[in-house]
């Protein structure tokens, strides 16, 4: 169990998303995988953060936690660190940053007041052609989702 400084902060409960069916298996399996490893551990804290899934650039999907409503009450990068220390997990210098006012990550740009795609992704797909059969749809369709 780990505890987070959070001074006389009151609890940030975030409202969950339902999880769409389609990834309800995929969900399930790595939340035992995860459970098995120890790398998460069952909880009943006050303090709850929005679970997203998201695929890497191998296409393997991983956890990823929202953590924007919680940041500005915790003591930030000893936190961040002392949790991968004990889950066995390191960061990779290559593509953290830290102390910027913004930031890029899975196709976007964030900053503190907005989540905006990335003008590069957006132009690729503005400037696809259009498809013509359904084969052309569904590989559209599957680069879409």
Not at 75 to 94: D, E, G, I, Q
């Amino acid at each position: 169990m780990h505890i987070n400084d959070t001074g006389n902060a009151k609890p940030i409960k975030q409202l969950l998303r339902p999880c769409p069916f389609a990834l309800r298996e995929m969900v399930n399996s790595l939340t035992q995988q995860y459970l098995k490893q120890g790398i998460i551990s069952p909880s009943n804290s006050p303090w709850r953060s929005l679970l997203v899934i998201v695929k890497e650039k191998d296409s393997t999907p991983c956890y990823c936690i929202d953590m924007r409503a919680v940041k500005c009450v915790t003591k930030h990068l000893c936190v961040v660190f002392k949790r991968l220390a004990m889950a066995n997990l390191c960061a990779n210098p290559s593509i953290c940053t830290f102390g910027s006012i913004e930031t890029a990550y899975l196709g976007h740009g964030i900053n503190v007041d907005s989540v905006k795609p990335d003008p590069a992704k957006v132009d690729m797909t503005a400037n696809l052609a259009n498809p013509r059969n359904l084969k052309k749809l569904q590989a559209f369709l599957d680069f879409a989702t």
